[in-house]
């Protein structure tokens, strides 16, 4: 639980960020702030809620970042 959450825009990354990635670091954030590694079953959904909507967040905020200096792929 100690382990930083990794940059996930390029050039951190040398290519796009997968689905998998994003969802790791939004699992990782949800465990360090909830202080659980795993929720109790009564804790669960809102556990699983959380990291689906941080998922959603971060490849929206991936998707609408610039990055300059940088040719687009296409």
Known sequence: MCR???TLRPPSLP??????DIRAAAMQFVRKV???RAPAAHNRE?????????????AALLDGLEIRGRAKAG
């Open 15 to 20: 290519e796009e960020a997968t689905e998998e």
């Open 4 to 6: 930083s959450i990794k």
């Open 34 to 36: 909830s202080g659980f």
């Open 46 to 58: 809102v556990f699983d809620r959380a990291v689906d909507q941080i998922t959603e967040a971060t």
